[in-house]
C-alpha cells in the first residue's frame, strides 16, 4: 500500500478535489478524475460526499481560511476587541478566502447551464456565496444592537461594501499574478475597514 493510500479515504478525496478545483476549475473537475487522484473508486466518493457541490461547500469548509467561524464567533461575542479590531480581522480573512475560491469557482461563469445546476445544488444544501454577507452583515446587526456603531448604521450596506472591496482585491490579485503580501494584506484591511468604520460609528 502507498503512502498516499494509508491516508483517510475522506482525506484523500479532499486533497484530491481541492487540487483538482485550483487547476482544473469546478465546471471542468469531475467526481470520476477527483476518484482517481485520490486513489479510490466513484462509488467510495458517494460514500462520503453525495455530489460533487457538496465537496465544493466541504473543501470551502475545512481547507480554506475559517471566515464563517470567525464571524460567528465575533457576533457571539467580540472577546473585548473594538469594532474596528474586528472588521480588520474580518476583512484579513475574507481577502484571504476570495484569493483561495477565484480559482475554484471562475470556470463556472463560462457555462451558464452548470452555473444553473451548482446554484440549484448551493439552494439544496442551503449553501452560497450570500452566506458570508448574511454573516457579515449578522456581526453588526450583533454591534449595532450593543451601542458599538450608530443606531442609523446600515449593517447590510457596510457589509455590502467591505465584502466588495475584499473581493475586488483578491481578484485583481489573481488577474494581475501578484499576490498579497502579509504587509500589504494588512494595509488594505485596516485602509478600507477605517473607510467603512467611519460610516457607521456611533455620533459623538
Not at 493510500?5 to 482525506?11: F, I, L, M, N, V
Not at 469531475?30 to 466541504?58: D, G, N, P, R, W
Not at 442551503?126 to 450593543?146: H, I, M, S, T, V
Not at 443606531?151 to 475586488?168: E, I, M, R, T, V
Request: hydrophobic share 45%.
Amino acid at each position: 500500500m502507498s503512502s498516499q493510500q494509508a491516508r483517510p479515504t475522506r482525506q484523500r478525496i479532499l486533497d484530491a478535489a481541492e487540487q483538482l478545483m485550483r487547476n482544473v476549475g469546478l465546471a471542468k473537475v469531475t467526481t470520476k478524475e477527483i476518484a482517481q487522484a485520490a486513489v479510490c473508486s466513484e462509488a467510495a466518493l458517494y460514500k462520503h460526499f453525495v455530489s460533487k457541490e457538496e465537496l465544493f461547500v466541504v473543501v470551502l469548509q475545512e481547507r480554506l481560511p475559517p471566515v464563517g467561524t470567525l464571524l460567528a464567533e465575533l457576533t457571539a461575542d467580540p472577546g473585548g476587541r473594538s469594532t474596528v479590531e474586528c472588521l480588520v480581522d474580518v476583512a484579513r480573512e475574507v481577502t484571504e478566502f476570495y484569493a483561495s475560491t477565484v480559482p475554484i469557482t471562475a470556470s463556472l461563469f463560462a457555462e451558464p447551464a452548470l452555473l444553473r445546476r451548482h446554484r440549484d445544488a448551493m439552494r439544496a444544501l442551503d449553501k452560497g456565496p450570500q452566506k458570508l454577507l448574511d454573516a457579515l452583515a449578522g456581526f453588526l446587526y450583533a454591534e449595532r444592537r450593543r451601542g458599538r456603531i450608530g443606531p442609523d448604521a446600515d449593517p447590510d450596506a457596510a457589509a455590502a461594501a467591505l465584502l466588495g472591496a475584499c473581493f475586488q482585491r483578491a481578484f485583481l490579485s489573481h488577474f494581475w499574478a501578484v499576490p498579497d503580501d502579509s504587509a500589504a494584506l494588512d494595509a488594505f484591511a485596516r485602509g478600507v475597514v477605517r473607510t467603512v468604520a467611519e460610516g457607521i460609528r456611533p455620533a459623538l
